[in-house]
């Protein structure tokens, strides 16, 4: 089992940025591939970023490139999403997830990989 906790989301302006943590406790976090996905209102789950398991591979998908960033410290356990030049449109909520996997390289950004999922939070942008 892992536990993931988010947290760092909240409302801001159109420009700003905002970097979200998510704590992972239980299973050993360095066995896990990890991601983030947004979810919007009325929108189906999306996935934002991906990284593998010694954080030298990492997924950035399209909407985001040049704007947001996912990096890990696995000596804390903690996955991040640096959230840069934010726009109305990234408003979501964010969530992280982990799948344990054998490959230390390897990332998925298909939600249907991922096994343990934190409870989401909120990102608001103003415009």
């Known amino acids: 089992q892992v536990q993931l906790v988010e947290s760092g989301g909240g409302l801001v302006q159109a420009g700003d940025s905002l970097r979200l943590s998510c704590a992972a406790s239980?299973?050993?976090?360095?066995?896990?591939?990890m991601g983030w996905f947004r979810q919007a209102p009325g929108k189906e789950r999306e996935s934002v970023a991906a990284?593998?398991?010694?954080?030298?591979?990492?997924y950035i998908a399209n909407s985001v490139e040049g704007r947001f960033a996912i990096s890990r410290d696995n000596a804390k356990n903690t996955l991040y999403l640096q959230m840069d030049s934010l726009k109305p449109e990234d408003t979501a909520v964010y969530y992280c997830?982990?799948?344990?996997?054998?490959?230390?390289?390897?990332?998925?950004?298909?939600?249907?990989?991922?096994?343990?999922w934190g409870q989401g939070t909120q990102v608001t942008v103003s415009s």
């Open positions: 997830a982990a799948y344990p996997t054998s490959y230390y390289s390897r990332y998925s950004s298909a939600p249907t990989t991922y096994t343990y």
């Open positions: 239980g299973r050993t976090f360095s066995s896990c591939a």
């Open positions: 990284i593998s398991r010694l954080g030298d591979n990492t």
